[in-house]
């Protein structure tokens, strides 16, 4: 059976961003879930004590963080955001930094900081999506301190491990937020919960073997770069997904290459099975675009794989942004 995209379907409704929700995990520690979690709409947290507010990630647009930041504010009483940290460069993440206090330190991996100095989106974003994205009165602001593997801060008491998977996965440059005592992951985008993963600019050898590092941190609760907080049965069962999805696009990408096929052609005729309703289906043709660019040892070509990932979808990419 192959999956061929519905090209005469209109895109999903738009998120209300008023659904947006901060939800508190334990006593200050702060999950922002903003629903749908597809393209540009993303989670972020915060972690807060009487010495000020550690905050994980902003969002892609300034009115979104603005939000986001007034929620946190209402919610400690008005302490002051004194760190941040983005989880990687893309822009859902990092682009409402500006919006932070200039006070706030903020940390990011080396290789998360030169990816968002470089990007050029943030200046002007391309019609690939429907609406085109307006990101507001953002401006580029990139960490301040730039960590390496590991990276440990210290808010009201509590430690927070900053931590890379030590290769490539959803970007070169992820890093996790961990609070060990609490067992709270914060994993940015190398988990996505009940939608199509990313890893374009990273790595699908590195995203599996990621799915197994995160899981051997045992967390009793994860919140996912997109999609709803997991506790319990739901870690191992997204987990689990993750695992099976990556394999599919591996396996997808093998046959391809083995066939001659272009990364286009590839993902055209593959099954999506359990993953056909997965939000945001058409990162099938950019996961593959990018096993192919690491079969042939080159850089990923950026345009032709959105390109190709229109081509799939026949129209526009969706967002809520």
């Given amino acids: 059976m192959t999956d061929t995209p519905d090209t005469n379907s209109a895109p999903p409704p738009t998120a209300d961003a008023d659904a947006a929700e901060l939800q508190e995990l334990l006593p200050g520690i702060h999950a922002w879930v903003q629903p749908d979690g597809t393209w540009w709409v993303n989670n972020a947290g915060a972690v807060a004590g009487d010495d000020g507010v550690l905050v994980i990630d902003t969002c892609a647009t300034a009115a979104r963080t603005r939000r986001f930041l007034d929620a946190v504010d209402t919610a400690t009483g008005g302490a002051p ?55 507001g009165p953002v401006t580029r602001r990139l960490p301040d301190i730039s960590a390496g593997s590991a990276l440990t801060l210290h808010v009201a008491g509590r430690r927070i491990e900053l931590l890379h998977p030590g290769r490539p996965a959803h970007t070169t440059g992820d890093l996790i937020a961990w609070l060990p005592e609490e067992r709270v992951l914060f994993s940015g985008d190398l988990v996505f919960a009940g939608l199509t993963p990313l890893v374009f600019m990273g790595s699908v050898d590195g995203a599996l073997a990621a799915v197994d590092w ?36 591996l396996d997808t990408a093998q046959d391809g290459l083995s066939r001659g096929l272009t990364p286009l052609q590839a993902a055209r005729q593959v ?39 229109i081509a799939w979808l026949g129209r526009p990419m969706h967002t809520s942004v």
């Fill in 81 to 135: 955001v004194r760190l941040a940290v983005n989880t990687h460069q893309h822009g859902d993440h990092t682009y409402g930094n500006s919006l932070l206090p200039s006070t706030t330190v903020i940390v990011g991996h080396s290789r998360m900081r030169e990816g968002l100095q470089a990007d050029p989106v943030i200046d002007g974003c391309p019609p690939l999506w429907n609406p085109v994205p307006d990101w």
């Fill in 214 to 249: 995160l899981e051997s941190l045992q967390p009793d609760v994860v919140v996912p770069g997109h999609g709803p907080v997991l506790t319990g049965t739901g870690i191992t069962r997204v987990l689990d997904e993750h695992r099976r999805y990556y394999r599919l696009i």
């Fill in 271 to 309: 099954d999506l099975g359990e993953f056909t309703s997965w939000a945001d289906a058409e990162r099938i043709v950019l996961n593959v675009h990018r096993v192919y660019a690491d079969h042939a040892g080159r850089d990923l070509d950026v345009i032709a794989a959105f390109g190709n990932a």
